[in-house]
């Protein structure tokens, strides 16, 4: 696709259960990465994902966080338990090896934990 | 001293007029720096790269002054539309953005 795309636009679960979320990066982008934003904050880094290379995780919040990539597509961040201090958007954004060209971002996934 | 350091605002000016912002950084390995605008519940979207000491885009115009680990966005001609949120990014050695806390603009009539 021309753009970050990222699924779903929003989700609303019970405290407890455990949430995936889907992002598909630009086509060719080597860089994937998860923030999280909540309302009226900054955007927090979670994870970033480089190529084949191993992960860097050191964002993730706690042990309920994951995320995982197939080589250079897909994302998909799951988490489990989910408290409502995980209410928040969670961005992902990509770019190519040459990060010159800046990070373009998905619309996010505004999810709430009631 | 945080990472990114950035006035939240909000700047209040009117259109026409000419706005800074500043954005300071703590790590001297940033290689990379950008800024972006984001609107209200929407994604933030690249403004500007900042290249070497500095570029300009129309009515922008980042500096980049890696002595003392600043970088500024200037805007002439403010519009209506360019009221948002600006997010400065510095990229360290590790290429990973850390965002500021954003500069909020107001343009009024």
């Known amino acids: 696709g021309a753009g970050v795309s990222q699924s779903p636009s929003n989700k609303v679960t019970e405290k407890g259960k455990d949430v995936e979320l889907r992002c598909d990066p630009i086509?060719?982008?080597?860089?994937l990465y998860w923030y999280r934003q909540r309302l009226g904050q900054g955007l927090e880094f979670l994870i970033y994902?480089?190529?084949?290379?191993?992960?860097?995780k050191s964002g993730l919040p706690s042990d309920r966080f994951s995320a995982e990539r197939t080589g250079e597509s897909v994302s998909t961040l799951t988490i489990q338990r989910t408290q409502q201090e995980d209410s928040a958007v969670y961005l992902c954004?990509?770019?190519?090896?040459?990060?010159?060209?800046?990070?373009?971002f998905g619309s996010g996934t505004r999810l709430t934990v009631v | 001293r945080k990472e990114v350091e950035q006035d939240p605002g909000p700047f209040n000016v009117p259109e026409g007029a000419t706005v800074a912002f500043n954005c300071t950084y703590s790590n001297s390995a940033s290689q990379s720096f950008f800024w972006y605008r984001q609107d209200c519940r929407k994604e933030p979207k690249l403004l500007m790269s900042v290249y070497s000491s500095g570029n300009e885009d129309g009515r922008f115009t980042a500096q980049l002054n890696r002595a003392s680990q600043y970088i500024s966005l200037l805007i002439r001609d403010s519009k209506l539309s360019d009221s948002a949120t600006y997010l400065c990014a510095p990229s360290g050695g590790s290429y990973i953005p850390t965002f500021g806390r954003g500069t909020s603009l107001i343009v009024h009539p």
């Open positions: 086509s060719g982008h080597t860089a």
């Open positions: 994902f480089q190529g084949n290379s191993a992960p860097d």
């Open positions: 954004a990509s770019s190519l090896q040459e990060r010159n060209y800046g990070y373009t």
